[in-house]
Nanobody, 118 residues
Framework: QVQLVESGGGLVQPGGSLRLSCVAS????????MGWYRQAPGKQREMVAT???????NYADSVKGRFTISRDNAKNMVYLQMDSLKPEDTAVYFCNARHILRVVANYWGQGTQVTVSS
């Protein structure tokens, strides 16, 4: 079955950095748009960044210039490098895999908590 497993969350001070990782299994990785989403308490889940197999990326305006998404197609991995973190980045971060053609093939990880606080 399909599994997405995130790691790398934690507590960091404002201005600090974290790197999230997600490993995917059970899918043909290159056929999927990989993404990171986040959900803060009391808010809707929102897109943070996405990346397709060729490496083309898309970012939410709130993280442009601070976050970098990347993927390793050979290892079925996707990463989110988060720099210059702000308290408003505090959320549960979810890894997502969405098939490039089949809308129903849309999978989520269990989420990892990121807390930015002094």
């Amino acid at each position: 079955q399909v599994q997405l497993v995130e790691s790398g969350g934690g507590l960091v001070q404002p201005g600090g950095s974290l790197r999230l990782s997600c490993v995917a299994s059970g899918i043909i990785f290159s056929n999927y748009v990989m993404g990171w989403y986040r959900q803060a308490p009391g808010k809707q889940r929102e897109m943070v960044a996405t990346i397709i197999s060729s490496g083309i990326t898309n970012y939410a305006d709130s993280v442009k210039g601070r976050f970098t998404i990347s993927r390793d197609n050979a290892k079925n991995m996707v990463y989110l490098q988060m720099d210059s973190l702000k308290p408003e980045d505090t959320a549960v971060y979810f890894c997502n895999a969405r098939h490039i053609l089949r809308v129903v093939a849309n999978y989520w990880g269990q989420g990892t908590q990121v807390t930015v606080s002094s």
